[in-house]
């Protein structure tokens, strides 16, 4: 039955979840249950693209990208994929009616990271978080808001804010894998081989304005979708609290991560916030 093979990938797109990253999974598990699943089926979607071009490094990843995305084009199509991460994504896609410009700007920047090595323009550090970032809010968003246009045009500022804001976090703690393993660096006008507190201080105030954006939308989202959201906002403003107090030579040389049992206190105090009404 297909609805067997369906339910199937969507456990698929759970399971990708969360082995790829726990503090998404738990933000995810915070998500009313009518939504869950399609937001599993976004992040599997997400993750396979990022993985072909991030760590498959002997194998042929511009010749694996491509086949992934004519595969993308073919499920969303045909309504259906023998690649059960696609066809969960497919599913999502067409419930919610999310617009394939969003689609095509993801692949725009996964297929920049194929080639693209560093960012030297404002404007192309932009076009690249637009697409590997922003979009995946947008995606998203279309779920929270159960497909509803108008909350999605009052809520698509801060969607894309956040989802920058989110990206930006993980280019300043992932600053020696992107530049050691991959040989890439985001931010433009910094140079990471004399990283500094001035320029640090700089990009951290650049992600403050985008998570004080995000949060604006956070506590306008439908209830099924705000604890969740908010969850991940607190664990990313931790980890950026982190990355703050951290010194360059540090960021540079190690990946700072919040522990499990911080991740689980901010779990504790963002329930209590949600509870005595001050996310609002």
Do not use: W
Request: overall charge neutral; proline content about 3%.
């Amino acid at each position: 039955m297909k609805s067997i093979f369906d339910e199937v990938s969507y456990h698929c797109s759970k399971i990708v979840t969360q082995s790829y990253s726990t503090s998404f999974a738990l933000a995810t598990k915070m998500l009313a249950p009518s939504i869950r699943t399609d937001i599993y089926n976004i992040y599997g979607f997400v993750r396979f693209a990022d993985e072909i071009v991030d760590t498959f490094h002997d194998y042929d990843k511009e010749q694996l990208f491509q086949k992934f995305e004519k595969d993308m084009e073919e499920a969303i199509v045909n309504k259906i994929s023998l690649n059960p991460i696609l066809n969960s994504f497919q599913h999502t896609y067409h419930k919610y009616d999310i617009p394939y410009h969003l689609v095509e700007s993801f692949m725009k920047s996964m297929r920049m990271d194929l080639r693209k090595k560093k960012y030297e323009t404002f404007d192309e550090y932009r076009e690249y978080i637009y697409g590997s970032a922003d979009v995946v809010g947008l995606m998203c968003l279309c779920v929270f808001v159960n497909g509803d246009k108008e909350k999605y045009e009052e809520l698509k500022e801060s969607a894309m804010a956040l989802g920058s804001a989110f990206q930006k976090v993980n280019f300043l703690r992932d600053l020696k894998a992107d530049y050691e393993e991959l040989n890439r660096t985001y931010f433009p006008n910094t140079n990471l081989l004399e990283l500094d507190e001035e320029s640090k201080r700089r990009i951290v105030n650049e992600i403050k304005a985008d998570f004080a954006v995000g949060y604006s939308g956070i506590i306008k989202l439908p209830e099924q979708a705000k604890f969740g959201v908010y969850t991940a906002y607190r664990y990313y403003k931790k980890l950026l609290h982190k990355l703050q107090g951290t010194p360059p030579l540090e960021i540079k040389n190690a990946r700072i991560r919040v522990p499990n049992y911080q991740k689980f206190g901010l779990l504790a105090q963002s329930y209590l916030n949600y509870k005595l009404q001050l996310v609002q």
